[in-house]
């Protein structure tokens, strides 16, 4: 008995050993999920921009225009100007528009430039360069992004008062209140969109309602928001990257420049170009990629 005893633990212990010898069963490598957009940079600007916050294409006049805060974001200095750009990246007058404070969003409709500018907009002539009217805003804390729908109504975020306020046939007021950062807007095609600082989210609102739907959650300082087409779109986040959202509200990051210190604030997309610009804010200049489709 004990011999048989010794014969099946001296089995065991050779099994057991045996066991610990197999090399481990290959586990099916996953491939990492391909970004469904590659962002290539064509060019960057001269850093004779400064503080430039936000970028704008003037299809008419085959310009970028580009707001230069110039000194605090929330400071009334008179040191904020609009510079052009040409679509090449060569920076054609530098100081164009003069004389603002800290000039942030940009929309153009009818040959106007609107400018968001603390707690006041200004509309700019295209062909001119001067302001030929100014909206103060009343109780505005800190206006920032600006959208322009089909039919010419501007969109203005206080990112800091939690508002959204509209121009309309030369008439401003107030659209919705209690948000919470509203920061980025996008008026196309029907639908509207806002991003939400402290909300760090992507959302839909229903402009005959005002009802507001999350879409997208999990973004960092979200800033400017782009259509690229297919119901797709591109939102930057002011801390350095640029989140690719698909027609299912899946957020996938497309550039992350967070480990060279350039931030990503008001983003443009040139669908004729294919090109995103980038503004770096602190780095001052922008920075234009092209925008290749993988699938």
Not at 194 to 202: E, I, P, R, V, Y
Request: include cysteine; hydrophobic fraction near 35%; charged fraction near 25%.
């Amino acid at each position: 008995m004990k011999r048989i005893f010794m014969i099946l633990s001296a089995i065991a212990l050779i099994n057991s050993a045996c066991e610990k010898s197999k090399p481990a069963e290959e586990t099916a490598a996953v491939e990492p999920k391909k970004p469904p957009v590659k962002l290539q940079l064509k060019w960057e600007t001269d850093t004779l921009l400064t503080t430039c916050e936000s970028v704008l294409f003037d299809k008419d006049n085959d310009v970028l225009y580009v707001s230069n805060i110039n000194g605090a974001p929330d400071g009334k200095d008179g040191n904020g100007f609009i510079s052009r750009v040409s679509l090449e990246g060569k920076i054609t007058d530098v100081q164009w528009v003069k004389g603002l404070d800290a000039p942030k969003g940009l929309g153009i409709s009818n040959g106007k430039l609107y400018v968001a500018d603390i707690d006041k907009v200004h509309e700019i002539d295209t062909k001119t360069g001067k302001v030929t009217r100014t909206y103060p805003v009343k109780g505005a804390v800190f206006l920032n992004d600006i959208s322009i729908d089909s039919k010419g109504k501007v969109y203005i975020s206080d990112s800091s008062g939690g508002t959204i306020y509209t121009i309309e046939d030369g008439k401003l007021s107030t659209w919705m209140k209690d948000l919470n950062g509203p920061n980025g807007l996008l008026a196309e095609d029907g639908k509207f969109l806002m991003a939400l600082w402290n909300g760090k989210s992507l959302n839909s609102i229903d402009t005959d309602s005002r009802e507001v739907t999350l879409r997208t959650d999990s973004i960092d300082n979200p800033d400017g928001i782009e259509s690229i087409g297919g119901d797709a779109y591109l939102v930057s986040s002011w801390n350095g990257m640029v989140h690719y959202v698909d027609s299912d509200w899946n957020g996938t990051i497309v550039l992350d420049t967070r480990a060279d210190s350039l931030s990503a604030a008001d983003i443009e997309y040139v669908k004729e170009k294919n090109l995103l610009l980038v503004p770096t804010f602190f780095k001052n200049k922008v920075m234009a990629y092209e925008v290749i489709k993988e699938n």
